[in-house]
Nanobody
Framework: QVQLVESGGGLVQAGGSLRLSCAFS????????MGWYRQAPGKQRDLVAS???????NYADSVKGRFTISRDNAKVTVYLQMNSLKPEDTAVYYC?????????WGKGTLVTVSS
């Protein structure tokens, strides 16, 4: 059974930085594609960034150059470094792990960016 637990959210001023972490419990973490999604109030959940098992990354246009996704297979953790935060980045951020057409989600961590 895979479980994902996000941490690192909070309140930050515009222009600031946060690093989110997603701790994975279960087996075969290194074989999972991992992603960060976010959902603002009244909006759909959208992809922010993803990283494959091989380390290839993909970003939403709105965060390119500001956010960086990374993974540490030894620590079974995926990170999202968020810099130059904007009020429009305010959302609940979710971690997702995918393997063999099965997705697992964490419960999310709230990021609030004040102007």
């Amino acid at each position: 059974q895979v479980q994902l637990v996000e941490s690192g959210g909070g309140l930050v001023q515009a222009g600031g930085s946060l690093r989110l972490s997603c701790a994975f419990s279960g087996s075969f973490f290194s074989m999972y594609a991992m992603g960060w999604y976010r959902q603002a109030p009244g909006k759909q959940r959208d992809l922010v960034a993803s990283i494959t098992a091989g380390g290839s990354t993909n970003y939403a246009d709105s965060v390119k150059g500001r956010f960086t996704i990374s993974r540490d297979n030894a620590k079974v953790t995926v990170y999202l470094q968020m810099n130059s935060l904007k009020p429009e980045d305010t959302a609940v951020y979710y971690c997702k792990g995918s393997r063999l057409n099965v997705d697992y989600w964490g419960k999310g961590t709230l990021v609030t960016v004040s102007s």
